[in-house]
């Protein structure tokens, strides 16, 4: 048993100490010859790249949420183009009732007056002559008036009772 003991106490470990660490698996490199290669990585680059892509994203739905806004946009309008003409088709003359999903024009009649009318403006002939087209428009069913065509000398804020 003696002799045991003593070979223990001989044993001599071949790694120099000064070489290895005592916990290489925390080391921020490679800790032998054969190691993978460890890089550490460029911060700044990362960085770069999160706010590339996190701008491109952000542009992107910036876009789509104008694009909604205009599209949002033009539906207002097209709803106060027809409210404008429609309380203004009620305060011109009308002979007759009309009625839903039917087409009608307005006229300007005499600089002043203005009709609404079944007859088209290229049904008129000469008797027409001293009329001027605005419109042609569609009664709805919510009783406002859609715009299908328009004279383009003529704007809805121009119109005047």
Do not use: C
């Amino acid at each position: 048993m003696e002799k045991k003991a003593a070979e223990q106490k001989e044993f001599v470990n071949p790694i120099d100490p000064d070489k290895i660490a005592e916990n290489p698996h925390l080391l921020p490199y490679a800790h032998q010859v054969g190691s993978a290669v460890i890089k550490p990585e460029d911060q700044g680059k990362l960085k770069g790249r999160a706010l590339s892509a996190m701008s491109q994203q952000t542009d992107m739905q910036l876009d789509q949420i104008y694009e909604q806004m205009q599209l949002l946009a033009q539906q207002a309008k097209k709803l106060q183009d027809r409210k404008e003409i429609s309380a203004f088709i009620y305060q011109a003359e009308m002979r007759f009732e009309p009625l839903i999903n039917h087409t009608y024009h307005l006229y300007l009649k005499a600089q002043t007056n203005y009709m609404l009318s079944l007859i088209a403006p290229d049904a008129w002939g000469r008797s027409g002559a001293h009329l001027t087209f605005i419109a042609s428009v569609k009664l709805l069913a919510d009783h406002t008036w859609d715009i299908l065509s328009q004279n383009p000398d003529f704007e809805l804020t121009e119109l005047q009772p």
